[in-house]
């Protein structure tokens, strides 16, 4: 890709972003937060959750 390429890709997502209404912004903003993995899989990573089943396969 070239940088002329590069600077027309990053114009069109940036006048995209700018012609969205603010309640779909907030729209979208809420979802991806709903979206995101819990709090010990974003800080941790995976070791929590394979202990966590490992723990409820083992009661």
Request: proline share 5%.
């Amino acid at each position: 890709m070239s940088g002329n390429d590069y600077i027309k890709y990053l114009t069109e997502q940036i006048t995209t972003y700018i012609d969205t209404p603010a309640e779909e912004k907030k729209l979208k903003k809420s979802a991806h937060k709903h979206s995101m993995p819990g709090y010990t899989n974003r800080w941790l990573g995976v070791l929590p959750l394979a202990l966590k089943m490992f723990i409820k396969k083992a009661n």
